[in-house]
């Protein structure tokens, strides 16, 4: 065999060497050549490499090598590949011939790419040989580096999805062979694999990308630099590789999957393109990182979490593409990898989103959070799910339907799972609640919800078992809202069956008169319109129905009508109409309505059969939740659809005598509200009914007996006369037993409620047992507790008391012909006689917690009451009625208020009632001020739909309920008649009026303002009806006189003027009103005032300081200053304000209050009661000094309430410029001055420019005074505390003053400070001269109190940089102070070398220690000396020197101004500031003084403070210049430095500037 295959090699070797000319002969021989190569193994003998000789050199031929006919290369190459098999490792040819060679098989590459071709499976031979035997190593040493990269273009290219995978591996050995053998990788290489990455690559198969990523894998070691160093380039956008077309972001996409460790040096640049401002590279990153994080089961590495992060932060870039972008990511995250472990912070970031501004982005959270729970139902948090479910009160309609329709198909998966019990069955039982809640919004019908509840909340295949455990676990959910929400819909429902009913009995009947029936037919549509969505529209297509002629339609209504047709024939007959009219019929959509309206598919009998099934089945589990459910949706369907609990009368039995109470009360209920239906059926499946019944009413529970009595005159045909007069006998018998008393007397009051006749039979035995045995029995004397309990530990004799009352209250309100009832007086007595006591009796002993329980019910009493007794219920037993919102127990006061908010809105109790929320708080800081607020606003609200309602149908339009406005005139009232409310006549002190504000303004506020609380724009039209009728009110009150007390006749009057002073604040100037109409009061309450004797309380100006402006100015200070912390923007460590924009600015109201609270954290405690009121002081000053300043400015003062003690005069040098003499003060009464105060006007002091303690020590107000009292020393070292303390606030107050002078108007409110003085002996009391020291001190001291620099001048060297700092000792300078807009002349004192200041002496003795490189200033004369100074000084001085003089003057009219200090209890000390406009340069000049006057002011001041004469030479030559220079500081109004100052700078740039500078 082996000297044949030899023979054979020879013979074909050597007709190669001359090949044939003939193609065919030349394959043959190939073939032939092929065949024996393909025989032989390496490690050949002698003799066959002797014999193979010729085939070798045969191959080495050109010809041969380079043959240009596909199939001779094909086999050609298979030679050259088996002989190069055979005599590896050595090579069989020269380098040249190899080359050759591998340029054949590398072409040969190429057809692998057709699979059908004949040639196809020798190019794979070729393949795997080249592979198997390394053979393409030789191409690296031949450094055949094109035909390397050819051979890696020619795989890319031709590998496919359809290759077997022993070609895939193949071509991957080859390639990892060249890279790895590689002493120098061939860039072309990299980026060839590189180019074929990604998913979107044009011309590239999935295989190539396998294919190259798995190479990568396997040489990422080797590859990493190059790859990394293509990446950075393309990141960075420096060019460099833009020919090749290489998405970079494919790549990197690519590479996390294979190769992840390649990029964890780029992250930073990833990170970059996420956080650029260019919008395209930013999308592009985030559409990267979005599906790099999305892959499955390739969970975020750690050198990405960062990555991470930020990419959830993108969530809030501020374009909405962006977010959208990463929302859908996200979403892809959580759905191809539920379990990852960053799932609940991808669902917290969706669900922070559900909020964002764009409805957009708000539709697409819905849609993501959704999607996710769908397709993995556990990976949601129902939290989250619910959370995102408000969605349906979206503003947008788009948004709203969306999350509707998401929310729908979620309870479709949950029904479906919970029905194979691969979910919990509570885990979605929220959603249907949900959505009977959009019943609320105006943009759903409800038809649509419906619809839904009907057929797409639940699954066609899901049986009717199953719908009702779904419902019963529903309904155990359901709140009253929601409850509320489907009685709604079986409301139209049922109306709809009724009259739908009667039109088909109509169009059944023939009547000779065709006109009348068409009548009745026309007052069914007009019936059955009204409960559609548009009621037109469903007229017009009542009548074309009204016209088809097809039975089928009508038959098939019939059947719908009918409660005995189950859900599946109802769906069916449903589709079968539908599909007779036509997708195309105009009646279509309103028949796919009406269809569904009138149908009993939402509940049938099939459902109620289950229902009570369900019941049975969760008491025998004793599941009490869900046995109360089932009851509970009994109850509902059989109040709507009766007719359902046909055929159910034996289950109802059974359940009544099951022993249960849930079950007993909830089908007692079932029979109250079915019974009248279903009586002759349930009589004939047992007699026994009644005696059940019968004792419920006696042995049950309370609401067992009253479900039971109803029942008892359901079931019977004569409403239950017989059978309740027999019960009512056996109740009235045992009653001396007291045994089960309470539900003996609820069935007695049911009863009186249901039938009187029987009631008033012995109705005198009930009213006297209840009385003497009941009401008036007391705890024995070791029962009773006197020690604080709890609200809950109530006796169990306040309960039975409680229940008499209710059961007598009930005799007072039947059914029928409640107002001819006699005897109310007596149990109106009784009420009273509770609420003053406790008990019916004085004598009755019992705790509080029972006397407070006996009131509430008393207070619930005549809420009842009221209904049909309003006008036996008197003023007296009103206003008790009210005080319970009062009560020291906050459970009495919740549960009393929300009564009345429920019987209001109900239209069952008189609004006048809702002044009880008013009497629940006395600020608007207190808890219950909100909730107070919120009722009030709907009570409001619905009052106001009320009163439009009676204007549309012409009704009684003097109705009081419907008119908001009128609770007013009972507010008023009871505000006056609250035992808070203080003695008019007598007080003066607004503080007590406080609680009287906030009601008041709680009240206006929601009837002028509503919800906003804030007036903008234009004042609405019915808000002006509303104001008008709001000041006719009050200006009827001020002419009417109290009824129940005519001495409380003035505290309305003052009530009337504090409601008028709210009126200015709440309504804008424009809102004028010409005359007042008469309002008609409450005649229980007001008289009308005759005004023939032409008597009006307005001619009384007594109570008209409750209308002024300072009291406003009072009441505004308390609300800035008792504002939450949350809402100042302060922090611990300084201020911080926000900043959203250049032109956003801080109302200065707020900046005064942030900077308040910074210094009141500053502040120590102080030990003494008088640096607490020191404090106080300052505080006082703050808030309402600044409130004043810049909110009342453009209210006129009015004089006849102040009285002022002014200096003006006398610092403007006028002698008779005194005003509130002696005289004028003693005319006013005690409670005036002590509520007006005096005020005393300071002069101007400059302004501080820097914070610095030294400062402290140049006040003047420390010098001069060597004898001090000790309390006098005592408070001026208190008030220089609060002067370190306040220096924020003293900023602020400074800028205000400012701000008001740039917007042009003159400051003429005065800043002041209001301090008690207390003049009794028991308290510490300063002597007459001490108090005019102590005066002269803190004028003083508030005179030279300096203000801080708003904002730091910028740096400003002297006229003389030249000179040293050392030299200036001893210059005198100038210095600039930017508020006061002048500079301030001193003398340099003295120099330290260690902190580079100076101490500088001004000339009106103030000391400070400056930088001067800091601040600006200038040298001026060196030469005058202290004595000899220029005629014009600054106003400042010689307004500081001419008080201190009129302040010795003053000492001189001891009498006078003692009687002044000994009647006035409050003294104002005002500040204001010097107005340096143009306009007040007369009023500077008349200010000025001689040089006689100042040098005797000079000689009377402090000797040891005087300026440090300098040399006379130099003043003598200098003298003119500083003499103009000083002139030209006072008159001119704009300084010559001014332009470089920052005084009228916007205010959002001081705040930069002063946040810089604290």
């Given amino acids: 065999m082996a000297q044949k295959l030899q023979q054979q090699l020879k013979e074909v070797g050597s007709k190669l060497e001359s090949p044939p000319a003939s193609k065919d002969a030349l394959i043959k021989l190939l073939k032939q050549a092929a065949n024996c190569l393909s025989e032989l193994e390496q490690s050949l003998s002698p003799s066959v490499s002797d014999s193979m000789q010729s085939c070798l050199n045969a191959f080495a031929q050109k010809d041969l090598l380079t043959h240009q006919d596909r199939d001779v290369k094909v086999l ?8 190069t098999r055979i005599t590896a490792p050595d090579a069989p040819y020269s380098d040249d011939v190899l080359r050759d060679i591998f340029h054949l098989i590398v072409g040969t590459f190429a057809g692998l790419g057709d699979i059908d071709s004949p040639s196809y499976e020798r190019r794979v031979v070729i393949l795997e040989t080249v592979a198997k035997y390394r053979s393409c190593v030789v191409m690296l040493d031949l450094e055949c580096n094109d035909l390397i990269q050819e051979m890696f273009r020619t795989f890319v290219s031709v590998i ?19 890279l790895d053998e590689s002493e120098e990788l061939q860039e072309n290489l990299i980026l060839i694999l590189l180019s074929v990455l990604g998913c979107k690559v044009n011309g590239s198969s999935m ?13 990422a070691g080797k590859l990493e630099p190059f790859i990394k160093q293509f990446l950075v380039s393309s990141l960075s956008g420096d060019g460099s590789y833009l020919n090749y077309s290489i998405d970079h972001h494919e790549v990197i996409y690519d590479l996390y999957q294979c190769a992840p460790q390649i990029l964890a040096r780029i992250i930073p640049y990833i990170t970059g393109e996420l956080l650029t401002d260019k919008l395209d590279i930013r999308l592009k990153a985030v559409q990267l990182l979005g599906k790099l994080f999305s892959l499955p089961e390739v969970p975020v590495s750690e050198a ?14 501020r374009v909405v593409e962006v977010r959208l972008s990463v929302i859908d990511h996200l979403k892809n995250c959580l759905v191809t990898n539920p379990e990852r472990p960053e799932a609940p912070l991808i669902i917290k970031a969706l669900s922070d989103r559900v909020l964002d501004y764009d409805e957009k982005v708000r539709k697409k959270v ?22 995102v479910a408000e969605r349906l009160r979206d503003k947008s309609l788009t948004v709203k339907k969306y999350t509707m329709e998401r929310l729908v198909d979620l309870y479709q998966l949950y029904c479906l799972k919970s029905s194979d019990g691969s979910t919990n069955l509570d885990d979605c039982k929220w959603i249907p609640g949900k959505i009977l809640k959009c019943l609320y919004d105006r943009d759903f019908r409800l038809e649509a919800v419906e619809l839904l509840l009907c057929g797409s909340l639940f699954p066609p295949e899901l049986s009717v078992k199953n719908r009702v455990k779904h419902w019963v676990s529903v309904f155990s959910v359901f709140d009253k809202f929601e409850i509320k929400a489907i009685e709604q819909i079986l409301l139209q429902k049922q109306r709809l069956q009724h009259e739908m009913q009667k039109y088909l009995s109509l169009r059944q009947t023939y009547q000779e008169d065709a006109s009348e029936l068409h009548k009745r037919i026309f007052v069914c549509f007009k019936s059955m319109s009204r409960l ?103 109850t509902v369907i059989s109040g709507y659809s009766p007719l359902l609990l046909a055929g159910c009368e034996e289950d109802l039995l059974l359940l009544l005598k099951e022993d249960n109470d849930l079950v007993k009360e909830g089908i007692a209920h079932v029979l109250a509200k079915a019974g009248g239906t279903i009586r002759e059926q349930l009589t004939m499946a047992s007699s026994s009914v009644e005696l059940l019944l019968e004792r419920l009413c006696l042995e049950g529970t309370r609401k067992q007996a009253k479900y039971s009595v109803q029942a008892l005159a359901a079931i019977t045909k004569d409403d239950g006369l017989k059978s309740l007069s027999v019960l009512y006998k056996r109740l009235v018998d045992i009653l001396e037993e007291k045994s089960h008393l309470p539900s003996i007397l609820q069935s007695l009051g049911c009863i009186a409620q249901t039938a009187m006749p029987i009631f008033e039979t012995r109705e005198d035995e009930i009213t006297e047992f209840i009385t003497s045995k009941i009401l008036h029995n007391s705890n024995k004397s070791d029962e009773v507790s006197f020690v604080n309990t709890e609200w809950s530990e109530i006796s169990e004799l306040c309960l039975t008391k409680m229940f008499g009352i209710k059961t007598l209250v009930k005799s007072y309100i039947p059914a029928k012909d409640a107002h001819m009832r006699p005897g109310i007086e007596k149990l109106l007595e009784i009420l009273q006689k509770i609420f003053s006591y406790g008990e019916i009796s004085e004598e009755i002993r019992s705790n509080n917690v029972d006397k407070a329980h006996m009131r509430l019910a008393s207070a619930k009493a005549v809420l009842r009451l009221s209904r049909y007794w309003d006008q036996k219920i008197t003023t007296s037993l009103f206003y008790w009625t009210l005080r319970i919102s009062q009560d020291a127990y906050a459970e009495s006061k919740k549960s009393f208020l929300n009564k009345v908010h429920q019987y209001i809105k109900e239209q069952l109790l008189d609004a006048k009632y809702a002044c009880a929320f008013l009497l629940n708080f006395n600020d608007c800081h207190c808890p219950e001020y909100e909730e107070c607020k919120q009722s009030l606003l709907e009570l409001v609200h619905m009052c106001r739909q009320v009163k439009m309602r009676q204007l549309s149908t012409q009704s009684d339009l003097s109705s009081a309920p419907a008119y908001p406005e009128y609770i007013l005139a009972y507010t008023v009232h009871a505000l006056a008649h609250d035992p808070s409310c203080p003695n008019i006549d007598e007080c003066l002190n607004v503080q007590a009026f406080e609680p009287i504000y906030w009601r008041l303004h709680l009240l206006l506020s929601l009837l002028l303002l509503g919800d906003d609380g804030k007036q903008s724009g234009a004042f609405p039209i019915e808000r002006k009806e509303s104001y008008y009728t709001i000041l006719s009110i009050f200006h009827s009150i001020k002419n009417a006189k109290d009824v129940v007390d005519e001495t409380k006749s003035n505290a309305l009057y003052a009530i009337c003027y504090l409601g008028l002073s709210i009126l200015k604040r709440l309504v804008p100037d424009e809102v004028q009103v010409s005359g007042f109409d008469v309002i008609p009061l409450p005649n229980m309450l007001y008289r009308a005032i005759d005004c023939s004797n032409n008597y009006s309380v307005t001619d009384d100006n007594k109570w008209t300081w409750l209308n002024s402006d300072s009291v406003l100015a009072h009441f505004e200070a308390l609300r800035l200053k008792n504002k939450k912390m949350g809402d100042s923007l302060v922090v611990e460590d300084g201020m911080v304000v926000e900043e959203n924009g250049d032109d956003n600015e801080v109302p200065l109201g707020k900046m005064m209050e942030i900077l308040r609270n910074q210094g009141v954290k500053k502040k120590k405690k102080k030990k003494k009661d008088i640096f607490t009121n020191l404090e106080t002081i300052n505080s006082e000053f703050d808030v309402l000094g ?53 005020e005393v006007l300071a002069p101007t002091p400059k302004r501080k420019r820097s914070i610095s303690t030294n400062r402290l020590n140049s006040s003047k107000g420390r010098k001069g005074n060597t004898k001090r009292s000790p309390i006098q020393s005592l408070l001026e070292q208190s008030l220089f505390e609060d002067d370190r303390t306040e220096t924020d606030t003293d900023l602020l107050i400074t800028y205000a003053t400012d701000i008001s002078s740039m917007k042009g108007r003159k400051v003429s409110d005065a800043l002041h400070v209001e301090k008690d003085v207390d003049s009794s002996s028991e308290k510490l009391t300063l002597g007459e001269d001490n108090k005019k020291k102590d005066y002269q001190s803190r004028t003083s001291s508030t005179k030279k109190r300096k203000r801080r620099s708003i904002a730091r001048l910028e740096k400003c060297t002297s006229l003389i940089d030249q000179s040293s700092e050392s030299e200036l000792v001893g210059s005198r300078i100038r210095i600039w102070w930017p508020l006061d807009k002048r500079f301030y002349q001193g003398v340099v004192h003295s120099y330290d070398p260690g902190n580079k200041k100076h101490t500088i002496l001004y000339d009106d003795g103030d000391v400070e220690v400056l930088l001067l490189s800091k601040e600006k200033w200038e040298i001026i004369n060196n030469t005058l000396s202290a004595g000899k100074q220029p005629k014009s000084l600054p106003a400042l001085v010689s ?58 002011a000079k000689s009377d001041g402090p000797k040891d403070e005087q300026v440090p004469p300098a040399s006379q030479s130099e003043e003598e030559v200098k003298a003119e210049e500083l003499h103009e220079s000083s002139k030209e500081e006072i008159e001119s109004p704009k300084l010559t430095d001014a332009k470089d100052d920052s005084d009228n700078e916007p205010i959002n740039i001081w705040r930069l500037r002063a946040l810089k500078s604290i």
């Fill in 76 to 83: 050609v190459a298979t030679c050259v590949c088996e002989i």
């Fill in 160 to 178: 496919s999805d359809d290759h077997p995978q022993n070609i895939f591996t193949s071509m991957q050995t080859i390639m990892i062979l060249i």
């Fill in 207 to 219: 295989a190539a990308r396998r294919l190259a990523m798995n190479v990568i894998e396997c040489c």
């Fill in 304 to 317: 990405f979490q960062s990555v991470f992060d930020e990419f959830l932060k993108r969530l809030t870039d």
């Fill in 366 to 387: 819905v849609a993501a959070v959704y999607d996710v729970a769908c397709h993995s139902f556990k990976v949601i948090p129902m939290e989250i799910a619910s959370f």
């Fill in 532 to 634: 559609f969505n548009d009621p037109m529209n469903a007229e017009e297509n009542f009548q074309f129905l009204n016209q088809l002629k097809d039975v089928n339609i009508w038959k098939i209504l019939t059947i719908l009508l009918d409660p005995s047709t189950s859900l599946y024939e109802s769906w069916s007959r449903r589709d079968e109409l539908l599909k007779i009219l036509g997708e195309k019929h105009p009646l279509y959509d309103f028949m796919d309505t009406l269809t569904l309206k009138c149908s009993y598919i939402l509940f049938n009998k099939e459902f109620v059969k289950e229902t009570l099934s369900e019941a049975a089945a969760q008491h025998s589990v004793r599941n009490t939740k869900l046995i109360s459910s089932s009851m509970n949706l009994l």
């Fill in 1186 to 1238: 600044v409130v004043r300043e810049i909110n009342l400015e453009s209210f006129k003062q009015t004089q006849d309430r102040e009285a002022i003690v002014s200096d003006h005069n006398c610092r403007s040098g006028k002698k008779n410029g005194k005003v509130n003499t002696e005289k004028e003060i003693s005319s006013l009464s005690k409670r005036q001055r002590d509520a007006i105060g005096f």
């Fill in 1439 to 1496: 307004k500081n020197l001419e008080i201190d003089r009129s302040s010795s003057e003053a000492k001189k009219k001891g009498s006078t101004t003692k009687r002044v200090e000994e009647n006035s209890k409050l003294v104002s000390v005002s500040n204001n500031n010097l107005d340096l406009s143009p306009s007040s340069n007369d009023e500077l000049k008349d200010l000025r003084i001689d040089q006689s006057e100042y040098d005797d």
